[in-house]
């Protein structure tokens, strides 16, 4: 009679003898808060909650998170979120595809067999090196967050090119992709965060140089660099140089040009090549060389530089430091900081080129020995002058070489090096193709994506600079996977159709019922 009651009554005795005892855990553990198994517990109730999000918009979440500067301080090793987004994202599509026979992974062979090459040498190598080295987890080695870094990177390239982004969605995935570098900033702003706002600083890591001061000008805000960094890249992917400087929107320009002089805040010379290199190969690959903007772009460009010598003197220090690649006439201390930088990676290289002959055919991994950790730990960042070999810095022996054909070949040999130029190679032929034959809408994120893999390529081959392997791959099939994901694979030349003879025989207009004539015919 009162079976309705019954089964509510039901309901509340299994809500409560599953929500009671789960307080009162939750409420024992927050005795110790910043333990590990608590945060393990958040962690795990957190993604519980956020299941449905995560099943619903795994696939733009990931996109976003690529350039989010955003840290998992709750997981053990605190990794970035797009290492927790990747695998993520991944286990939800093959999960999906799994239960749909329908929906299908975007297949690219291209960038397939390279990248499950350079996989197969990087496990190799860590098994006859000594493994892997996690020790967040107990391991007397370290090391394992660069190993880490590269197989995820490999992961999430699948897991971007998952699905195909729907074309009326193409922009606003665009935006997420590179607008997510503007939480970076946040780092910059820690000395003038008041302290009930601190615990922001737990998602995102205060910046180094502005740790203990904030002096614009004067401080080197990283951050807000590339904050602008991030600015710049979206608008030319957006809009393109047509579309910012061509289209009378006074906005776009303006916005432009204030991103690309907040990169000068952050007092990098490599800032200043990521925009402008881009910038220049996409004025030609749209074609303006061809048009009256060449010399008005040349124009403006001696002005520019004009402009620029009288005053270099007179600017802030880190726009001198920026600018120090050029022969101006700067301050001494912004010349020394450039320079030592410079000399500093320069004598590192010539103490680890000797090495390179006895890693040739097996690399030495990216395992720390607890020895090297505690002698890395004991010297101070970037001394390589005096009595302390250059070959022993903290850098060095972390595998950060600044210097991109040294970062792959001695720590997986020859055939890492081989593996990532066959990479590299298939991404700019991927790349290319969809920017020639994509859709004209995306042409300009196409061009943009084509334009900075290009300038990565050519940075891995110069001695100057170069990303090591764990960064690189994560940035080389980010972009690479967004081109797939919003071109739905790669794109071929469109075959016109050749007119039969038919269509020569048809009658034209004014005579229908005119014949052929027989020479015609012959």
């Known amino acids: 009679m009162n079976s309705p009651n019954n089964a509510a ?23 110790n808060p910043m333990d590990y198994s608590t945060l393990g517990l958040f962690g795990i109730l957190a993604l519980l909650l956020v299941s449905p999000m995560l099943l619903r918009w795994h696939h733009p979440l990931l996109i976003l998170s690529w350039n989010l500067s955003m840290t998992m301080f709750f997981i053990k090793g605190s990794p ?36 499950l090459c350079l996989t197969a040498v990087v496990l190799m190598t860590a098994k006859l090196t000594g493994g892997l080295g996690f020790h967040a987890f107990g391991s007397d080695v370290y090391g394992g967050r660069k190993y880490v870094n590269v197989l995820v ?41 008041p302290s009930w706002a601190h615990f922001l600083y737990l998602f995102f890591a205060p910046s180094i140089y502005s740790f203990n001061q904030f002096d614009v000008g004067e401080t080197r805000l990283s951050g807000i660099g590339g904050a602008g960094t991030a600015v710049c890249l979206w608008l030319l992917a957006r809009y393109g140089i047509r579309g910012i400087f061509l289209e009378g929107k006074l906005w776009r320009s303006a916005l432009w040009v204030l991103s690309f002089v907040a990169i ?45 010598i009288p005053l270099a003197p007179h600017l802030p220090f880190t726009f001198q430091r920026a600018l120090a690649f050029l022969p101006l006439d700067i301050s001494s201390e912004a010349r020394d900081a450039a320079q030592g930088s410079l000399d500093w990676r320069v004598n590192m290289w010539k103490a680890l080129l000797p090495q390179v002959p006895q890693h040739l055919f097996l690399g030495k991994g990216m395992a720390i020995s607890p020895e090297d ?9 970037g001394v390589a002058t005096g009595n302390i070999d250059p070959s022993q810095d903290p850098l060095a022996l972390a595998y950060d070489y600044h210097n991109g054909m040294l970062s ?13 130029l066959w990479l590299m190679a298939a991404c700019l032929f991927v790349l290319y193709r969809n920017w020639k034959y994509g859709r004209p809408e995306l042409r300009s994120v196409n061009a943009l994506l ?14 100057y600079a170069g990303l090591s392997l764990p960064v690189a791959i994560p940035y080389l099939v980010g972009r690479v996977g967004l081109s797939i994901a919003l071109n739905g694979g790669v794109c071929r030349p469109v075959l016109q159709p050749v007119p039969s003879q038919e269509t020569f025989l048809q009658p034209r207009g004014g005579l229908p019922h005119a014949r052929p004539h027989p020479a015609f015919l012959r």
Request: glycine share 8%; aromatic share 14%.
């Open 9 to 31: 009554l039901l309901r509340t005795l299994i809500i409560y003898a599953v929500c009671v005892p789960l307080a009162v855990i939750v409420g024992y553990m927050l005795t």
């Open 264 to 308: 000068f805040l952050g007092g990098f010379r490599s800032g200043i090549a990521v925009v402008m290199v881009p910038f220049v190969l996409m004025f030609f690959l749209e074609g303006l060389h061809r048009t009256r903007l060449l010399p008005v772009a040349i124009l403006t460009g001696s002005l520019l530089v004009a402009i620029v």
């Open 450 to 463: 084509f334009a900075v893999v290009s300038f990565e390529f050519a940075s891995f081959l110069s001695c």
């Open 408 to 420: 792959v070949i001695l720590p997986f040999g020859i055939w890492g090096l081989i593996a990532y």
């Open 153 to 193: 990177g490999v992961a999430s390239y699948f897991a971007l090119t998952s699905r195909r982004i729907p074309p009326e969605r193409a922009r606003l995935y665009v935006a997420l992709f590179f607008l997510g570098g503007l939480a970076v900033a946040i780092g910059d702003l820690y000395y003038i965060t």
């Open 80 to 115: 970035s979120l797009w290492l927790v987004m990747a695998p993520l994202s991944l286990g939800i599509s093959v999960l999906e595809r799994t239960l749909n026979s329908e929906m299908h992974f975007i297949r690219v062979p291209q960038i397939t067999w390279p990248l």
């Open 373 to 381: 950790y505690n002698e890395m730990m004991g010297t101070p960042l």
